[in-house]
């Protein structure tokens, strides 16, 4: 994934998001709206969102270091998983809570001019912000669907954006529909409602998001495209008889751990063969440029017999 995309969406995201926070809380000085006040702290929450993704960013590119060898890149699926609680605590639930007192004490709508007004910009910033973050994800989407490219996605940044920007024209348009049905039929219930139906949205993103992040916190291997490739690479490779236990693990979104043991090809001499695997090493990595760490351990022939093939 290109790195400069992801942080074109995230700024881009950032600079909507604090734009629309103003004029939302502006809207619900004048109309005292809960649905507007759920959304200004969604839009809060969202601003702090990025901040927390360019943080994880600039940490991730950190050299390794003694304590961490392998270098800081997990820590942006750490602040991309502190991204779906500040989500799920920040905005969903106090939308709920909201929605509950809105309904519970309800009062008139005031100005809701400015109501309405501030929903139809916030709903062409949003929507300027999600387009940004679609054309850079499509960049690197390869066809597949947005489920898959949400799942599989190693970068965490522009799937957080995408989701949250989605979430936020879903969320204005929750919002304008109870402010409009407020407004028409006199009942302002229908603003608690939409508060409610904002609470609702929060959550269930910040539930997917979490369910994500945590994947790649836990450790996840790298996609089968890539898979096959390193494969392919071994199986082309003219010094290597066999190979077994190929592993992968991502020890961020750009540094990938490759290791396999490999049976050389009649390479008796210890210089032939740590040659030789250099070179193979070599080849994965102009093959598969994420490929940061590469272990590959050599088995005499005859000896690899371990039920795991190629």
């Not at 500040?86 to 109501?115: N, Q, R, T």
């Not at 940004?132 to 690197?140: E, H, L, P, S, Y």
């Not at 090809?265 to 210089?271: D, K, N, Q, S, T």
């Amino acid at each position: 994934m290109s790195g400069g995309g992801s942080q074109e969406a995230t700024l881009a995201a950032l600079a909507a998001n604090v734009g629309v926070a103003v004029t939302k809380f502006v809207a619900f000085f004048f109309t005292g709206s809960s649905s507007m006040l759920a959304e200004g702290i969604h839009s809060v929450a969202d601003s702090g969102n990025q901040g927390l993704l360019l943080l994880g960013r600039t940490r991730a590119a950190r050299g390794p270091s003694p304590a961490h060898p392998f270098g800081y890149g997990g820590e942006r699926y750490f602040y991309a998983f502190l991204v779906s609680v500040v989500l799920f605590f920040g905005g969903g639930l106090f939308a709920l809570y909201e929605g509950y007192e809105k309904i519970a004490h309800p009062h008139p709508l005031e100005s809701w001019p400015w109501a309405i007004g501030v929903l139809a910009g916030a709903i062409l910033m949003e929507s300027l912000s999600l387009r940004t973050a679609i054309r850079n994800a499509d960049r690197v989407r390869n066809g597949r669907s947005w489920p898959r490219y949400v799942r599989e996605a190693k970068a965490p940044e522009l799937p957080v954006v995408l989701l949250e920007d989605a979430a936020a024209l879903i969320g204005l348009a929750f919002a304008l529909a109870g402010v409009t049905l407020a407004l028409l039929t006199g009942n302002t219930v229908f603003d608690g409602i939409g508060s409610l139906a904002i609470g609702l949205l929060l959550i269930a993103v910040a539930i997917t998001l979490a369910r994500e992040t945590k994947s790649m916190i836990i450790g996840e291997a790298a996609t089968p495209e890539i898979q096959r490739a390193l494969e392919d690479v071994l199986h082309r490779d003219p010094s290597i008889q066999d190979f077994t236990q190929l592993r992968t693990l991502h020890l961020g979104p750009e540094d990938l751990l490759v290791a396999a043991r490999v049976t050389m090809a009649g390479l008796p001499e210890a210089e032939a063969v740590a040659e030789a695997l250099r070179s193979t090493e070599e080849r994965i990595r102009e093959r598969v440029p994420i490929s940061t760490a590469v272990y590959l351990q050599p088995d005499s022939p005859g000896l690899s017999s371990h039920p795991e093939g190629r």
